[in-house]
């Protein structure tokens, strides 16, 4: 890791980002940030505490003359998303991040960079660790499994926070004040299929590859007309469909993720290898000049391979070809009441298929529960049609926004104050925040989401803005000393 990410300014922050992300901590395996997040705080003397599922609760006493102020929680998720470049030889179980600077941007070598929620986690310990930061009665709540299916704050229970108001640091933008988020379901189909011999003496084999995407946050990103990898694949083999026959398909990785590489292979009678290849490249290149703004990285590669010895029976293969086409995939519906707001989306996530099994998933968002559930509904139709079975699982809700709330009032006016008069934004998004599922056992604490500017999430081209985290990092102190006094 470059020793010159502890020099950014300001230090206490960037330190701590580094030393948190020195420390492994993909989602579902947060057994090391845990106890590193628990020994951080037993180290200075503070209550700290590990609850039933895994979430570490810090309380720190509010410093001289906050003590009439409002107590505050302060919150952000321990775990980040893993994904690497597949050239990059990396173990996100055993190995830190490797940082670097690059202009006005942190990043990292290959991988995603962890600043979400990094950067929050990392901004909380520096105020705890802090003899000079000025606060009220402080709670910091460390959650796990944010990422990939909320599990940490869905296990909160409710009398546990003792806080008034909740200060989540998991937005991406840092002219927004997010008061709403969206809440999501996944959707995964299933099947079985009797896999048919392919007679190799006769047959041939082609790898076909879509690679180079830029990937992408499967909510905030879903607007911008990103290349989907399984959505790719679909259509080359769609295209195709009568001339091959499946043997495998690997394609997209992690739920919240937009799949930015596929991997198929498929067999051919060696007498359609001419026809077969002609389709294809001719596919290939309209694909790619369709997303040459957005994708310009976008590779399809397909390469002779050795013949596989088994095959999806052509109607199977048939079944789930059409199933994918026709499933929605991306902005489903904007919002009316919230101009540029993606009501309602979905991500065609992971698609694989591989000795007879095969599985899509699915990530469906809304900031409307009827809406997620129409779309949910489709899906589930779309893929029943096609002889799947099909489990709805991780539901969570969205955040409804409180335009009334007096943190809201309090951090709007600081803003202005700190940016010459410019005017944040004060919106709801369309990512899952954890503010809905926490409201649901604190319902009456008032809650408000902010953060750095920080691109690329969920993806290798992650990267944290320096100068944004100096501007966030100076609002966050300001919005400290002015917490509202206790009724």
């Known amino acids: 890791m470059s020793q010159d990410i502890r020099s950014l300014e300001p230090k206490a922050l960037w330190n701590k980002f580094a030393d948190l992300n020195a420390v492994p901590r993909p989602s579902k395996k947060e057994e090391r940030v845990i106890q590193f997040m628990k020994d951080f705080g037993h180290n200075l003397g503070l209550e ?25 929680v302060m919150q952000s998720h321990l775990d980040m998303v893993h994904q690497k470049n ?11 991040i490797e940082m670097y600077i690059e202009d006005d941007w942190v990043k990292a070598k290959g991988t995603t960079l962890g600043a979400d929620n990094g950067l929050g986690v990392a901004t909380i310990m520096a105020i705890l660790e802090s003899d000079t930061i000025v606060h009220p009665d402080l709670e910091a709540l460390f959650t796990i499994d944010e990422e990939t299916g909320m599990t940490g704050a869905m296990g909160l229970k409710g009398g546990l926070l003792k806080g008034d108001i909740l200060l989540n640091l998991d937005t991406e933008e840092d002219d927004e004040i997010g008061v709403g988020c969206a809440g999501g379901i996944d959707i995964t189909a299933t099947g079985t299929y009797s896999e048919e011999r392919v007679t190799k003496d006769d047959h041939k084999a082609y790898k076909i590859e879509v690679k180079g995407l830029q990937g992408g946050h499967s909510g905030m990103q879903i607007h911008e007309g990103l290349g989907n990898a399984n959505k790719i694949m679909n259509r080359l083999l769609y295209a195709v469909v009568e001339d091959i026959k499946i043997s495998e398909i690997d394609g ?9 590489e596929s991997v198929a292979i498929v067999a051919f009678e060696a007498d359609k290898e001419d026809i077969l290849k002609s389709l294809l490249k001719v596919l290939s290149e309209t694909i790619k000049k369709e997303l040459k703004t957005m994708e310009p990285d976008l590779q399809i590669v397909i390469l002779e391979c050795d013949v596989p010895e088994q095959a999806m029976p052509f109607g199977a293969q048939e079944q789930l070809v059409n199933a994918v086409y026709a499933a929605h995939n991306g902005v489903y519906r904007m919002s009316a009441d919230i101009p540029e707001l993606v009501e309602t989306s979905n991500n065609i996530a992971r698609v694989i298929v591989k000795d007879g099994h095969l599985k899509v998933g699915c990530l469906t968002r809304s900031s409307v529960e009827s809406s997620k559930m129409d779309l949910a509904n489709a899906l589930r139709a779309t893929f029943e049609l096609a002889g799947c079975d099909v489990e709805f699982s991780g539901e969570y809700p969205g955040w409804q926004p409180n335009m009334g709330s007096d943190i809201l009032k309090v951090m709007v006016p600081i803003y202005e104050r700190l940016n010459n008069g410019e005017k944040p934004h004060v919106a709801a998004c369309h990512a899952g925040l954890e503010c809905g599922i926490l409201g649901q056992n604190y319902p009456d604490m008032d809650m408000i989401s902010f953060g750095p500017n920080i691109k690329g999430a969920h993806s290798p081209d992650e990267r944290a803005q320096i100068s944004s985290a100096q501007k966030y990092w100076e609002f966050v102190l300001e919005i400290l000393k002015e917490i509202p006094k206790k009724n």
């Open 252 to 260: 997209g990785s992690l739920r919240n993720a937009i799949p930015r």
């Open 48 to 72: 700290t505490i590990e609850d039933e599922v895994g979430n570490v609760i810090i309380r720190k006493p509010a410093t001289k003359g906050m003590e009439d102020r409002k107590p505050i």
């Open 86 to 96: 597949n050239d990059t030889d990396f173990d996100f179980d055993t190995q830190g």
